[in-house]
């Protein structure tokens, strides 16, 4: 009986996280597997349904759990096509793209057989010395003749680790449709505070723009690319460089109200929020207010400001999606064109599994803002779509 109920309730159990918020940072990591791997973890839990069906009561009950894992693990993909009917009319009116693209941003072949970008390979560069080391960055070129536009990728972490490395797969689906991509490495708390990564990012974009015509890139057409704590990163860059280069910013989740934040601190046993904030800006809001006031994108955000790209999982228990809620709402009020993207069933690092459908949406929606940025003139007004 309990070789039946056992694996079968491991199943359910771990199907939960496809629905409830994971209670600790190792069930968290799982649950990104679960969301964007839940298609086929749905095949396992129905196909371990069909030989545990018995007579015996503990057959019929442990089938039953198996079936309810299937179904329970369906439901991104459900609710992802159900968000992929909406966005394209939505990304047009936003950003005033002509022409809506024929292709969905979730295709279910592609949930099975992925994505097949051209290769591309990325170049290693020193960008800078900073505190005894050296500062590095992976360049992709974009696969055309002709200048690429650049995409300024800025890596998650909590401001203290991470990597570049992270999500190789976007770098590359990036190059492959025509854009190069710099992924940065920059200095980490809490040895280097903020503002060090800000300035990391706008040294390397220095450097790039000094080797333009020696890596084929269009330094006057960048956009800003950042995850998580990359995000605010990227944001703040953007809202306070006053470059009219920087034509667009992109923000995966990333924190945009750091005096909420503090305020409203997520879960410890998946994120210690106060300790992040302390090693990132020196303590709390009470103690640093112009740390806080400085590097909140939600205080810094202008009308003169670039259109802005949000993506956020409704069930994030790192970064709330509040934060992409009241920063798009401040964007609208100042006319800045802008696109809060919410993904109802994704936890934080969505776009971690490409093939996923969080991992399509977000980039189908990246290639269509870019291509709006850089082949359309700025929209006069602002329209605010909320997925």
Known sequence: MLLRLLPAAVLFLTALLAVVR???????????GVTEWGHAFALICFAAALPLWSNAWSGRLSAGLCAMAGILTLTPVIRGLQLSRDLPVVIDKTFAITGTRRDSPL???????????????SRLLTYAAADGSNLSL????????????????IHGGSWNSGDNKDFIPMDQFLAGHGFAVADVLYRLAP?????APSIDTRTAIDFLRKRAHELNIDTDRIV????????????HVAYTSNDPSIRGVISFYGPADLYWGWDHPGNPRVIDT??????????????????YAAASPLQLATSSSPPTLLL????????????GVVLSRRLTELGVPNLNVRLPWATHG??????GPGGQISAWTVESFLHAIFTNARPESSQRGSQ
């Open 22 to 32: 994971a209670p600790t940072h190792l069930l968290w990591e799982v649950a990104v």
């Open 107 to 121: 295709s279910i072949v592609r949930l099975f057989r992925g994505f097949s970008p051209p290769p591309v390979n």
């Open 138 to 153: 992976d360049f992709y070129p974009g696969a055309s003749s002709a200048a690429s536009p650049l995409i300024v990728v």
């Open 191 to 195: 040895r280097s505070p903020f503002p």
């Open 224 to 235: 800003l690319l950042g995850r998580s704590a990359g995000g605010q990163i990227a944001l």
């Open 274 to 291: 106060r300790l992040v904030l302390t090693n990132y800006l020196g303590g709390g809001p009470s103690e640093f207010p112009a740390n």
């Open 312 to 323: 956020y999982g409704e069930r994030d228990e790192l970064v709330s999606p509040y934060h």
């Open 350 to 355: 969505f776009d971690y599994i490409l093939r």
